[in-house]
């Protein structure tokens, strides 16, 4: 077993080697597919979330296991530094563990980071009513502006993967499953077509193309249909193999 661990979280070492035998039987599940995700809990008190990835299939495996491609994990525990020097919220990393075999091949691999206390997520926003989604709206264009401008972009821009909490202050945002990123600069027509697979009424995707070109000093109108058009785009692609969980 490889582990590399956050010096911050040095005191954890043992709890964190002790994961992969545990996994199964200990924690809160809160996602299965391919990969798993549960939520555990540290001896010091500190809820951590961890996620399993699946044993790599096929070519695949062999990228993974000789370093021809970083394996999913260790960008998952990297990206977070980054994302975080630049001042974007996201779980705080704690740990990244990779089962290896024969020939050195990559078993199941984890990431460990602190649980993100955020409660919500942009899937309440798929048929919410007028009137309560303006304001998130908007808060998410400043987010997704300032993002974008520091040369940061979500590759999985999803509703899923942006965490959202409100308080006194305003809206806060944490950016979540960010082992696909991309660095660098990012134009207004990138950074509208990032946000074009958030669920919501029309209305929303409009608030939240018009208030982002705004940002960024470029003709609301001309982003909003430039959103709308690759929106309706997506979810006609989407719905020949699945129905679309929202009125569009």
């Not at 062999?62 to 994302?83: D, G, V």
């Not at 942009?122 to 007028?130: R, S």
């Not at 909003?224 to 997506?234: N, Q, T």
Request: proline residues 7%; hydrophobic residues 40%.
């Amino acid at each position: 077993m490889h582990i590399v661990i956050n010096p911050k979280y040095a005191s954890l070492h043992d709890f964190i080697a002790r994961i992969p035998s545990r996994f199964d039987h200990e924690g809160r599940e809160i996602y299965r597919a391919r990969n798993v995700i549960k939520v555990m809990r540290a001896p010091d008190g500190t809820l951590v979330n961890v996620k399993r990835y699946h044993v790599p299939h096929g070519p695949n495996r062999l990228i993974y296991s000789w370093n021809l491609r970083k394996p999913k994990c260790r960008r998952a525990y990297e990206y977070p530094f980054k994302l975080l020097a630049r001042g974007i919220e996201t779980p705080e990393p704690i740990a990244v563990m990779e089962e290896r075999g024969t020939l050195h091949l990559l078993g199941y691999s984890y990431f460990v980071s602190v649980q993100c206390p955020y409660e919500h997520t942009l899937y309440e926003v798929g048929n919410a009513p007028e009137g309560s989604y303006e304001a998130l709206a908007e808060a998410l264009a400043t987010f997704s502006a300032d993002m974008h401008l520091k040369g940061v972009m979500h590759k999985d821009y999803t509703p899923g993967n942006v965490l959202w909490t409100r308080d006194e202050a305003g809206y806060h945002f944490a950016l979540v499953d960010i082992n696909r990123m991309h660095f660098g600069p990012v134009s207004l027509r990138q950074g509208l077509y990032n946000m074009r697979r958030f669920w919501g009424p029309r209305r929303f995707s409009e608030l939240l193309a018009a208030r982002y070109a705004t940002l960024r000093h470029a003709d609301p109108a001309q982003a909003v249909a430039y959103m709308l058009r690759e929106r309706a785009r997506f979810w006609a692609h989407f719905a020949r193999k699945h129905p679309v969980p929202f009125d569009l």
